[in-house]
């Protein structure tokens, strides 16, 4: 064979390659730009138990072609709250299995009919102006592309298949272990194991009849293929809560004991020749039944261990210790939420948004109370808190506005857009109820300073602003969006009224002599701080009130059960 012919053989692999690779990424692409966020709300809500977990990964897998993108999209889920472990292991199982639909189509010797349905896509993409009609010729043109991909890659493999050097390669390929490691380097430079079967199989149907790749060969170096397509799902979490790291590691774990029940299996069991047997005549047909069995076998054994693996999960990451300590942290956003290539969608990164500024009210509302029971015992130790919480929430208001600020140039609908905006109002006024936490902690250092107390009977009014404060924080963690601004107007006029009355009772104390001058102008300043403090939470409660969006509940804890509704206890904010 002519050296000229190797080389033109190699550009023609590398041209089929990058086709191949660039049509899979414009049909998935395309398939999801045509579910839009309706699908992945109904990812996030439809995952109740396993069994409808595994089936709506499956299903949104099949209809997008991505079991990477439907795996981001869980470790998304699980960040902002919507999603626990055991509802993301679900779908993961789900989406390993929905992924085999490629593999499946490619077996289908189409090359024939591939330029036609390529050039109908691209003119149904150039002819329309429409969104959604433009991406659906995108996914018609991209499949045709798969199989003109294919077809190349085909008649590549040809004058390749008779080279010595190249059949030394693939002969080498006998160790299983070799084979996975082959797969896994391979997935990650490609990033789609859908893709990595495609080249498998295009090996299989070479031009000259000539196999270059056996089955036993074909099927480690699949499970390889899945174990590295993991890996985009692992660094979608980083920089996420500790459950989206887990979430990311879940995909890995499932895969890397799936190869090992599958390699142990290899050795005590005909399972190639199982496989086989079910298309003897097409070898390509049986990478992509090998793929499928290994998915599907893989979640039929270890979907009754889900809670196991979720417990494994824990082990390997185990919570931070920097949690508990008051390490300044963001518990539900991560960057990969308001980046170019955004897979959660706007609902969840709402959602995120709502639970991270549910964390900074519930702070500042402790603060709050903290520093008016300050004014009755004040310590070292409780200024020193208050003022580590306050920077806290300080800390927290500047990144949620960080990430709304970004949000806000989405292509989003009106009511996310009126949602963006109730949010940053809203963060605003409990920044500023901080502020007036730490005014009311500095009331208390000044009484001591000076060496001053309230009166007994202004100290009880102090402990009736306590419980107040309280009440009214319950209102707006604790109601729906519907009913918080009634409530919270009822709550704002109790404080005014509250406010009104202990000003005359402190002039009463002031004229009878019962407090001193110095006492009554600090007492008076607090009082005009409660005040403000009523009508930020009212500020609050009407942002919440613009959009049926936001919800100010603490998030629960979302790991809590395995069932689909995780229930657990508030998860308590610590500073």
């Not at 009224?497 to 009878?512: A, F, N, V, W």
Request: hydrophobic share 50%; proline share 2%.
């Amino acid at each position: 064979m002519q050296e000229v012919d190797v080389w033109a053989a190699l550009v023609e692999l590398c041209a089929g390659m990058a086709l191949f690779l660039y049509s899979v990424k414009i049909t998935s692409g395309s398939l999801q730009t045509i579910a839009g966020d309706k699908l992945k709300n109904v990812l996030a809500k439809l995952t109740g138990n396993r069994i409808m977990g595994v089936a709506v990964g499956a299903g949104i897998t099949a209809l997008i072609q991505s079991s990477t993108a439907t795996s981001v999209m869980a470790v998304g889920f699980v960040n902002a709250g919507l999603m626990n472990l055991y509802q993301a292991l679900w779908v993961i199982m789900g989406a390993n299995i929905g992924t085999n639909i490629t593999a499946q189509l490619i077996a289908f010797d189409v090359g024939a009919f591939a330029p036609i349905v390529a050039l109908l896509g691209t003119f149904f993409c150039l002819l329309t102006k429409d969104k959604k009609l433009r991406s659906i010729g995108e996914a018609v043109a991209g499949l045709g592309f798969i199989f003109v991909a294919m077809s190349l890659m085909k008649e590549s493999m040809a004058p390749l298949s008779e080279m010595d050097i190249v059949k030394e390669i693939f002969s080498s390929i006998n160790n299983p272990f070799i084979g996975i490691i082959v797969g896994i380097i391979f997935v990650i430079i490609i990033q789609s194991s859908a893709a990595g079967v495609g080249v498998l199989q295009a090996m299989a149907m070479s031009a000259s009849g000539a196999q270059l790749i056996t089955l036993e060969q074909a099927m480690f170096i699949i499970f390889g293929l899945n174990i590295g397509t993991c890996v985009t799902a692992v660094f979608a979490s980083i920089g996420g809560s500790r459950n989206a790291t887990r979430a990311g590691m879940l995909h890995m774990l499932f895969n890397v004991i799936g190869t090992a029940i599958f390699t142990l299996a290899y050795y005590l069991l005909p399972i190639a020749d199982w496989v086989r047997a079910l298309s003897p005549n097409d070898v390509a047909r049986q990478f992509a039944n090998m793929h499928l069995v290994f998915n599907l076998a893989s979640t039929i054994i270890l979907l009754p261990f889900g809670t196991l693996i979720v417990k494994l999960v824990k082990i390997i990451v185990p919570d931070k210790r920097g949690d508990e300590a008051g390490v300044q942290c963001l518990k539900y956003l991560n960057p990969n939420m308001i980046s170019n290539n955004n897979q959660v969608g706007t609902e969840v990164l709402i959602r995120a948004l709502c639970n991270e500024t549910s964390r900074m009210l519930e702070m500042a509302g402790k603060n709050v109370q903290m520093s008016i029971e300050a004014v009755l015992e004040n310590s070292e130790k409780t200024q020193e808190t208050i003022n580590e919480t306050e920077e806290y929430v300080d800390y927290l208001n500047k990144e949620i506005s960080y990430y709304i600020s970004h949000a806000m140039v989405f292509d989003m609908s009106e009511k996310d857009a009126v949602a963006m905006s109730a949010l940053f109002k809203i963060t605003g006024n409990i920044e500023r109820m901080g502020d007036h936490a730490t005014n009311i902690s500095g009331y208390a250092n000044l009484l001591e300073s000076k060496g001053l107390r309230l009166s007994d009977k202004a100290r009880a009014e102090v402990s009736q602003m306590v419980k107040t404060t309280k009440e009214a924080y319950d209102v707006l963690l604790g109601s729906k969006p519907g009913s918080v601004h009634i409530k919270m107007a009822k709550m704002e006029q109790k404080i005014d009224d509250m406010t009104d009355d202990y000003r005359e009772h402190q002039l009463e104390r002031l004229k009878s002599g019962v407090c001193s001058g110095d006492a009554c102008v600090i007492y008076s300043e607090m009082l005009t701080d409660f005040e403000r403090l009523g009508d930020h939470m009212l500020n609050i409660a009407e942002a919440a009130a613009e959009s049926n969006l936001i919800s100010l509940k603490v998030p629960e804890e979302i790991d809590a059960e395995e069932k689909g509704k995780a229930k657990g206890k508030p998860a308590a904010a610590k500073a």
